[in-house]
């Protein structure tokens, strides 16, 4: 499967501020996304970030709170802005690695961001 | 609404036990389900489900779907302490090829020594 990377780790920012989360594949990939685990959740899909246009999200997220690119098959960044504690996660890229009825979805390391 | 329903929330045996871990699911076309285990951030894939009663098996973990009554199962025999983690089962659905996934809760396993 493919190798996922995402920067920072983890980070500590204070409200108002905001941070832009990379994800890093070894190989191109057909689908990738984003995800939110918030303290004691499930994972929740924020967007699917379209390869050269603009990402497609879920219901309660949106592009002004969370922008989103995909400049090329193997990379894409999620913004989190204007940061509120309630921010405080784990942000969550995932790939899927080739067009197919049957998907095996992978996940990156994560990123556990703290908003003070 | 789509939803995925994991039982138990939460479970503690002891190493050795054999443990049964359950999800059950209510969406419009379902493609298939994953299982993953998460351990401190990012759930790790164990198996994707497709058809009915075709069993997927890796070491001691074992799983199986149930296309008719909606749900799946996840067994790990013979637990062990490096077994306690978090696990999720995943539907993939829609009527294209979105990929889009939705979570259970997760059950929390702990294997005590």
């Known amino acids: 499967s493919a190798v996922i990377s995402q920067k920072p780790s983890r980070d500590i920012c204070q409200r108002g501020t905001s941070l832009t989360i990379q994800c890093q594949v070894d190989?191109?990939?057909?689908?990738m996304f984003w995800y939110r685990q918030q303290p004691g959740q499930s994972l929740t899909l924020i967007a699917t970030?379209?390869?050269?246009?603009?990402?497609?999200?879920e219901s309660g997220f949106v592009i002004d709170k969370f922008p989103i690119s995909r400049p090329n098959l193997t990379f894409s960044t999620l913004t989190v802005s204007n940061m509120s504690p309630e921010d405080s996660s784990i942000y969550l890229c995932?790939?899927?690695?080739?067009?197919?009825?049957?998907?095996?979805?992978?996940f990156g390391p994560g990123t556990r961001l703290t908003v003070l | 609404e789509d939803k995925v329903v994991q039982s138990p929330l939460s479970l503690v045996v002891h190493e050795g036990d054999t443990v049964t871990l359950n999800c059950s699911y209510e969406?419009?076309?379902?493609?298939?389900l994953l299982w993953y285990k998460q351990e401190k951030k990012a759930p790790t894939f164990l198996f994707m489900l497709?058809?009915?009663?075709i069993e997927k098996k890796s070491g001691r973990l074992s799983s199986i779907l149930d296309k008719k009554e909606l749900f799946s199962i996840l067994n790990i025999t013979a637990t062990q302490t490096g077994d306690s983690a978090v696990y999720l089962c995943a539907v993939v659905y829609g009527s294209s090829n979105t990929g889009k996934l939705i979570f259970g809760q997760g059950t929390t396993l702990q294997v005590k020594p």
């Open positions: 497709t058809s009915s009663g």
């Open positions: 970030a379209n390869q050269g246009s603009e990402a497609t999200y």
């Open positions: 190989s191109q990939v057909t689908m």
């Open positions: 969406v419009t076309n379902f493609r298939s």
């Open positions: 995932s790939v899927v690695e080739r067009e197919a009825f049957y998907n095996e979805q992978f």
